[in-house]
């Protein structure tokens, strides 16, 4: 499956506006660009640290359906986020995701999100999935 | 878990003293089952403790079966005269002007 297909499978982030800006051996970067209905803090106009975390498991489903074949989106188990720094509105968010461990039940993703400098991370999470198991026929 | 962040980031507002500006450092999040299309949800947020700076809390959401995630968040306070409160605020009051 193609990145754009599977953003266009989950419609939260097909909302988003969630794109994808590189192909990586282990994983994809997906993009975000700053829109004011993503403001979280006014005062340092900065992101909503929910949409920070929304996007990471946007990125980590979509790279799950396209590197393992699936044409299901996996529903999340859990999430833990990390929160570094503040994300600003002046600029886009990219998140790196990249399977950790691809069980044939439970699959575990790590992401990391940043902006202008990919050493300074805006916030990283590591996750469970659990694959979606089709009927047999 | 954007609601729930929401909610949680709500909740710290309500319970701390003075005003500050707030910043998520970490939240955590378990997903029982996947919520129910049809119904609203609702989430239910409680500051359990605010100390040293550090707001702790934990949140659960519920459709009409019951609960089917929780989370745990803990947030960061910066008391300053560029707060969040302060700045939501004059952007209400604009909007109203």
Known sequence: ?137 | MTAMDSAMGLATMLAMEELSSLATLELRYDELRPPQDEDGIFIKSHCDSIDDGIAYLTSTASDSSGIFARAVARFILTPGSTSFMEAAMAAINGEQS
């Not at chain 1, 499978?9 to 051996?25: R, S």
Request: with cysteine; charged share 20%; aromatic share 8%.
């Open chain 1, 1 to 137: 499956m193609i990145p754009q297909s599977a953003i266009d499978a989950i419609p939260y982030a097909e909302q988003l506006g969630i794109k994808l800006h590189d192909t990586l051996d282990s994983g994809f970067v997906f993009k975000l660009e700053p829109e004011s209905r993503f403001m979280g803090n006014p005062a340092i106009e900065a992101f909503h640290g929910g949409i920070i975390c929304g996007l990471m498991d946007c990125a980590m489903t979509v790279t799950i359906m396209c590197v393992l074949e699936k044409a299901e989106p996996p529903s999340i188990i859990n999430q833990t986020t990390s929160y570094l720094g503040s994300a600003s509105l002046q600029s886009p968010v990219y998140v790196r995701a990249e399977i950790t461990k691809p069980g044939r039940r439970i699959v575990g993703a790590y992401a990391r999100a940043y902006q202008d400098n990919e050493v300074h991370l805006v916030a990283k999470c590591s996750s469970l999935f659990k694959l979606v198991e089709r009927l047999r026929q």
